[in-house]
């Protein structure tokens, strides 16, 4: 079933508990329901929002993750399910003890993947892939030439034009990329918790203040979706960037956990390939498997039902 990822922004919005359905309470709106078993991903952009107890619990025990937003539109923290799998304590003990090679080996497929969705996205857009493709290729156990950044170099200026510098902090463009990649890492992230893996111990990343080090890592190959979506909005928006006040312009990102990829032989909604990616992870991290389940090449449909703008 593909869990339904759901976003309420009307200022005011209550939620609330009742016989197993989300109860969600607007002003001058009829009050609505949503089965909460539905849930994936529950954003909640209102700062005046108010829940019951009641919603935490029953979220986390379906599965759910739930985001919250700033006054910027942009997520600001996340909750997540700490028991997910039957066999957790298990996976966890695997994890612990997977060896250096094994992970040095898995970063590679993650860059290998990353770059190359990086040169179909280029080829999209301007019908080049900037020697990324053959770049992909070269990437090593590890990737101690840090092909990654070099990729970055050539990548940004050719999407965006030779102005463009990613910036955390920065309006516009940042922005979407910003919120784009906030949304799928908290799916990214309950993959992981779901498949009984330790989302804060990584195999890249490893900053001691970061909770979601193994979830950044299997992040890294889906980031180019965003990419493509953002690089899409800001074409049709001609010459004024979109912004992140739009709820247009934040459906239009969310829905792209409904655009079907290509993962191994299967093809997904990228909610679900995020699902089976994490589950590759998890068999190479506890179980030797060395070819890792990750996405291959741009979105094959559009408009795939799931996302719901919850108001």
């Known amino acids: 079933?593909?869990?339904?990822?759901?976003?309420?922004?009307?200022?005011?919005?209550?939620?609330?508990?009742t016989n197993r359905q989300l109860l969600v309470e607007r002003p001058d709106q009829p009050k609505a329901t949503l089965p909460i078993e539905d849930l994936g991903v529950v954003i909640v952009d209102d700062v005046r929002a108010c829940y019951t107890q009641a919603v935490f619990i029953e979220l986390l025990e379906a599965g759910a993750t739930l985001m919250v937003t700033g006054r910027d539109h942009l997520p600001t923290g996340m909750m997540l399910p700490l028991d997910?799998?039957?066999?957790?304590t298990e996976r966890h003990r695997a994890q612990v003890e997977a060896r250096e090679a094994v992970k040095k080996r898995a970063w590679q497929g993650l860059i290998r993947a990353k770059i190359s969705l990086q040169g179909?996205?280029?080829?999209?857009?301007?019908?080049?892939?900037?020697?990324l493709l053959p770049m992909s290729r070269r990437v090593r156990s590890g990737d101690p030439e840090n092909l990654e950044a070099q990729a970055a170099q050539r990548y940004w200026p050719r999407l965006f034009g030779a102005d463009f510098r990613r910036d955390r902090k920065a309006e516009g463009i940042n922005a979407l990329l910003n919120y784009g990649y906030a949304v799928i890492r908290a799916a990214t992230a309950r993959a992981v918790v779901a498949s009984g893996l330790i989302?804060?111990?990584?195999?890249?990343?490893?900053?001691?203040?970061?909770?979601?080090?193994?979830?950044?890592?299997?992040?890294?190959?889906?980031?180019p979706y965003v990419d493509w979506r953002v690089r899409m909005l800001v074409d049709e928006g001609g010459e004024q960037?979109?912004?992140?006040?739009?709820?247009?312009?934040?459906k239009a990102l969310l829905s792209l956990?409904?655009?079907?990829?290509?993962?191994?032989?299967?093809?997904?909604?990228?909610?679900?390939?995020?699902?089976?990616?994490?589950?590759?992870?998890?068999?190479?991290l506890t179980g030797g498997e060395r070819t890792l389940a990750l996405p291959e090449g741009l979105p094959l449909s559009f408009g795939l039902p799931g996302i719901e703008d919850g108001g």
């Open 120 to 131: 179909e996205v280029l080829t999209h857009f301007t019908g080049d892939h900037g020697g």
């Open 199 to 223: 989302p804060s111990l990584g195999i890249f990343h490893s900053n001691r203040s970061n909770p979601f080090c193994l979830a950044d890592d299997l992040l890294e190959p889906y980031r």
């Open 241 to 250: 960037v979109p912004s992140l006040d739009d709820r247009s312009t934040r």
């Open 84 to 88: 997910a799998h039957h066999v957790q």
């Open 1 to 17: 079933m593909i869990r339904k990822t759901v976003e309420f922004s009307t200022p005011g919005t209550r939620l609330s508990v």
């Open 257 to 284: 956990f409904n655009e079907t990829v290509q993962v191994g032989e299967r093809r997904n909604p990228l909610f679900l390939a995020l699902q089976a990616s994490a589950a590759s992870l998890c068999r190479t």
